[in-house]
């Protein structure tokens, strides 16, 4: 069992910035896939980005390319999303999930998640 963390969130204007992290709570024996999701008030989970075992694959949904980067650092077990030019629609609850097993896809299905954490808040003003 991993136990994630999340923080970083917050309130900022648009056009601002911020990065969130993740922090798992053990080093595993094989790093997994990590990925960000979040979850708008009353919509569903969806995906933001996924990063490979050893961060050198990454994968993001259309809608945050080129504002969002996820990476990470395995020596502290920390997996960090830094969001640029931000939008009020990105406003949601942002989850950190982690992907056990041997499958290296960078899968953007919150059910091919295993591990999540309790969400960060970000909210964005106009």
């Known amino acids: 069992q991993v136990q994630l963390v999340e923080s970083g969130g917050g309130l900022v204007q648009a056009g601002g910035s911020l990065r969130l992290s993740c922090a798992a709570s053990?080093?595993?024996?094989?790093?997994?896939?990590m990925g960000w999701f979040r979850q708008p008030p009353g919509k569903e989970r969806g995906f933001v980005a996924a990063?490979?075992?050893?961060?050198?694959?990454?994968n993001y949904a259309d809608s945050v390319k080129g504002r969002f980067t996820i990476s990470r650092d395995n020596a502290k077990n920390t997996v960090y999303l830094q969001m640029n030019s931000l939008k009020p629609e990105d406003t949601a609850l942002y989850f950190c999930?982690?992907?056990?097993?041997?499958?290296?896809?960078?899968?953007?299905?919150?059910?091919?998640?295993?591990?999540w954490g309790q969400g960060t808040q970000v909210t964005v003003s106009s």
């Open positions: 999930a982690a992907r056990p097993g041997g499958d290296s896809a960078l899968s953007s299905r919150t059910d091919d998640y295993d591990y």
């Open positions: 053990r080093r595993t024996s094989s790093p997994y896939v």
């Open positions: 990063i490979s075992k050893f961060g050198g694959s990454t």
